[in-house]
């Protein structure tokens, strides 16, 4: 009997493993408490919608590993899945990051650039620590969210981009945006 049932045991795990993608964010999420228990739940409910998602926690609590997860059981999961350091792209860069640019837009643009939206196309991009975003940048990433589409610099062109928008803060947006220092 126990060699019958290590067999079945072996073959399950074998069927199983081969259904698991090869690299499983949700599989990283470790963890048997019942706030873990929570967040799983979470992120199968708004994994398979096309809602934008606002991950909010301490720097070091896997963010990235949530918004890996949710793009994987997510019906932009063939496409990219694109990550972006808000906090660590300079002001002065961050439209051109995001947005693209076409040669000759400003100083130092020596050619196209699609952008961070675009280059997500069919996929995700994570927006981490958007709340470290400049307040002039905030009205142009409410168009995207809005409409949409993007606009890069130097460019009368419109791109419409199919990417679903996940962001990630450890600050309190609430307190942000009652100061001043963060758009509704």
Known sequence: Q??????????????LRSRLPEHSPVGELVGSSLRMKQVRETIAKVAPTDSVVLIEGESGTGKELIAGAIHQLSTHSNGPFVPVNCAAIPAELMESELFGHV?????????????LFRAAQGGTIFL?????????????????LQEKEVRPIGSSRVYRVDTRIIGSTNQRLETAMRSGKFRE
């Open 2 to 15: 126990g060699i019958v049932e290590r067999r079945y045991l072996r073959a399950e795990v074998t069927s």
């Open 103 to 115: 040669k000759g837009a400003f100083s130092g643009a020596y050619g196209d650039s699609r952008g």
């Open 128 to 144: 981490d620590e958007v709340g470290d975003l400049p307040l002039q940048m905030q009205p142009k990433l409410l168009r995207v």
